[in-house]
């Protein structure tokens, strides 16, 4: 009994030291997560299925290649992870604007050039308060040149920065070339032609003539006197906006929108806008410069081309004037008459010259007779005139009991070396500033209008009333066979009862023949 209770003892501690042994081998690693249990027979495993002649010296790279094997998914999707963001790619877009070409010479640049000197206006916008920072606007800066280099444009100016729900628009104002005219007209002849080719069709067309469509303005008059490129980054690729129409300004003034960011986004609203939100900020565009670019005083005049006989048609050019001196920055700061308005105003129209759209072209004017053209006369309408160019700002009108304009000085310590600042009331975003001979314009907003304390969209018109309904129109019911017989007996007495009448009076006058 001893010597069995002591082999039962002894296996017994052999099995417990085994299995903590065990246990030993299966404590996973901190740094790998691997236990040496696992590790040994992966590699028995393989060692039995590869049978390799000198085990002995294999067993070690074998031992590595079986490691590797556990990681070596680990690492392909570690080295698929890290992408480029937003900001990386961005940032290497920017690195071009900050590179030089090799071909370029310091004469060149050192010549006149496009380009405003945006360091100098970002300086003085500083002092006024206003403007985009000093890193942007030098981005900024470079990607003027780079849209002037690219364009060959003959006057680039940053316009300013229109907001928007997911990126914004940095706006370039520019002139236009002789080569876009063309291009406008290009599109012009190939809509004729497909009118032409419309006609030529065997289809039946409509006889429904819609309402005459007010046409744009010419390529650098009225409101498509500048042309406009925007991006949404310094860096990016710049996008030219097309030109405005007057239905299109004429909308935009009844709706309120944001921007997205995305040139292509269809605008809805009511009533509905005529284009997509590149359109819708075109206009808007068209809308800003119009009521804030504003300059000082004496520093543009009239042309000299324009005389007495152009007196009727608003004045849309104007030249800088050689004898400007400059006025105080302390008047300018006290007095909006010290500031005049450079661009025309938009008339209701939407053009900034009336168009008399009750002219028709004389096609039928020899049938009608003289009668009918008095009638037409009460009915054309009178011509919209609006503000003449370089009107004073102390002539605007208010906003809610709102003065239109807000003007103060940079700095009452430093007045020596302050600027003239002007803030619109009307368009917030929209500032200005003058010091001496030196002044700029540019926007920061969110492109909307000051509409007072809140904005109620306008109410859609009212349902069109059913065509009224009556004896005379309401289709009658179909009679049954019996009401159609006794609709015919009674005509057949009738006209038998007529022809009675006719045969009486016709013996009568017979008799009377006969005493005569």
């Known amino acids: 009994m001893d010597t069995s209770t002591r082999n039962q003892d002894g296996n017994q501690q052999i099995l417990q030291a085994a299995a903590s042994f065990k246990a030993f081998l299966l404590k996973n690693?901190?740094?790998?997560?691997?236990?040496?249990?696992?590790?040994l027979s992966r590699l028995l495993i393989k060692v039995m299925d590869v049978h390799p002649r000198n085990v002995v010296d294999e067993i070690e790279d074998m031992s590595r290649d079986v490691k590797r094997g556990l990681f070596e998914d680990k690492q392909i999707t570690l080295r698929d992870l890290p992408q480029t963001t937003a900001a990386e790619m961005l940032a290497e877009q920017q690195c071009l604007?900050?590179?030089?070409?090799?071909?370029?010479?310091?004469?060149?640049?050192?010549?006149?050039?496009?380009?405003?000197?945006?360091?100098?206006?970002?300086?003085?916008?500083?002092?006024a308060g206003v403007g985009l920072g000093r890193e942007e606007m030098q981005r900024v800066f470079l990607a003027l040149k780079q849209l002037v280099e690219s364009q060959a444009l003959l006057h680039c100016r940053l316009w300013g920065k229109i907001l928007g729900t997911e990126s914004s628009y940095i706006v370039a104002e520019a002139e236009y070339r002789e080569g876009e005219e063309e291009e406008e007209q290009v599109t012009e002849e190939e809509e004729e032609r497909e009118a032409q080719e419309n006609e030529m069709d065997p289809l039946p067309q409509s006889t429904y003539k819609p309402l005459p469509v007010l046409p744009k303005e010419a390529i650098g008059t009225g409101a498509n006197k500048f042309v406009y490129y925007v991006c949404k980054e310094p860096g990016l690729p710049w996008v030219k906006l097309p030109s405005v129409s007057p239905a299109q300004i004429t909308v935009a003034r009844q709706i309120r929108k944001f921007f997205t960011g995305r040139l292509g986004t269809p605008v809805l609203s009511h009533p509905p806008f005529p284009g997509n939100e590149a359109n819708y900020l075109r206009a808007q565009i068209a809308r800003i410069s119009a009521g804030t670019q504003v300059s000082p005083q004496g520093f543009l005049q009239a042309g000299e081309e324009e005389g007495d006989e152009e007196d009727e048609t608003p004045r849309d050019s104007y030249e800088v004037n050689p004898d400007f001196e400059g006025i105080p920055v302390a008047e300018m700061a006290e007095s909006l008459s010290t500031w005049v308005h450079h661009v025309q105003h938009i008339l209701q129209q939407g053009r900034c010259t009336w168009m008399n759209m009750a002219v028709k072209p004389g096609e039928d004017s020899n049938e009608e007779g003289e009668a009918e053209e008095k009638e037409e006369e009460p009915d054309e309408p009178e011509p919209e005139v609006g503000p003449p160019l370089l009107t004073p700002l102390s002539q605007d009108a208010e906003i809610f009991n709102r003065p239109p304009w807000t003007s103060k000085i940079s700095s009452t310590l430093t007045s020596q070396h302050a600027v003239a600042v002007l803030r619109s009331n009307l368009w917030p975003g929209a500032y200005a500033y003058a010091?001496?001979?030196?002044?700029?314009?540019?926007?920061?907003?969110?492109?909307?209008?000051?509409?007072?304390?809140?904005?109620?969209?306008?109410?859609?018109?009212?349902?069109?009333?059913?065509?009224?309904?009556?004896?005379?129109?309401?289709?009658?019911?179909?009679?049954?066979?019996?009401?159609?017989?006794?609709?015919?007996?009674?005509?057949?007495?009738?006209?038998?009862?007529?022809?009675?009448?006719?045969?009486?009076?016709?013996?009568?006058?017979?008799?009377?023949?006969?005493?005569?």
């Not at 690693?29 to 590790?39: C, E, F, I, Q, R």
């Not at 002044?439 to 059913?466: A, D, R, T």
């Not at 009674?490 to 005569?516: F, G, I, V």
């Open 29 to 39: 690693n901190t740094g790998n997560n691997v236990n040496l249990y696992d590790h």
């Open 435 to 516: 010091c001496g001979k030196r002044f700029e314009n540019i926007y920061v907003g969110w492109g909307l209008k000051y509409e007072g304390e809140g904005y109620s969209p306008p109410v859609p018109p009212l349902l069109q009333k059913e065509y009224p309904s009556g004896p005379d129109i309401t289709e009658a019911l179909d009679p049954s066979l019996e009401e159609e017989q006794t609709l015919k007996e009674s005509l057949e007495e009738q006209q038998a009862a007529q022809e009675e009448r006719e045969e009486e009076e016709e013996n009568t006058d017979e008799e009377e023949e006969d005493d005569y």
């Open 97 to 127: 604007l900050f590179s030089r070409p090799e071909e370029t010479d310091q004469e060149v640049e050192l010549m006149e050039t496009a380009l405003p000197n945006v360091s100098e206006i970002g300086f003085f916008l500083e002092q």
